[in-house]
């Protein structure tokens, strides 16, 4: 789905990622769709706990080692780069703000789950399709 109209080709695209499944897969759907387009990550957390590490356990000798969840996201969509948002207000105003000083004229925003007026879009989803003024292409994965 996108919220307005096509109206020319995408040159740089914002994909503000909360390294899960859905946005993972909107990022991937985009580097295949999108492939004349700088696509740019934007990681916005709250807290250093979103940052944690996720154990990987390595079959050669049963040693888990730890890996930080970004360099595994970066890993899956092959880049080598995400812009990191540290957000005090709240991800999704922070979010908005941080979209109005980009140059970006297209968000990609994956979602699956509901919000909590049981909106079939996420939280994020929903208010980036509300407030901001971009272009949004959102994915929603079976």
């Known amino acids: 789905m996108i919220k307005n109209s096509i109206s020319?080709?995408?040159?740089?695209?914002?994909a503000p990622t909360d390294l899960s499944k859905p946005s993972k897969e909107v990022i991937l759907f985009s580097q295949a769709i999108f492939k004349n387009s700088n696509i740019k990550l934007l990681f916005a957390?709250?807290?250093l706990d979103d940052l944690k590490i996720d154990y990987l356990d390595n079959n050669s000798d049963n040693i888990s080692l730890g890996r930080p969840r970004i360099d595994i996201f970066k890993e899956d969509v092959h880049v080598e780069e995400i812009e990191m948002l540290k957000c005090s207000k709240s991800i999704e105003k922070d979010l908005l703000n941080h979209i109005k000083t980009t140059d970006a004229d297209l968000l990609v925003v994956g979602s699956s789950g509901t919000d909590i007026a049981g909106s079939y879009f996420s939280s994020t989803a929903n208010a980036l399709l509300r407030s901001s003024q971009l272009d949004i292409l959102l994915?929603?994965?079976n």
Do not use: D, G, R
Request: no cysteine; glycine share 0%.
């Open 8 to 14: 020319t080709h995408y040159k740089s695209i914002l």
């Open 45 to 47: 957390y709250e807290n």
């Open 139 to 141: 994915y929603i994965p």
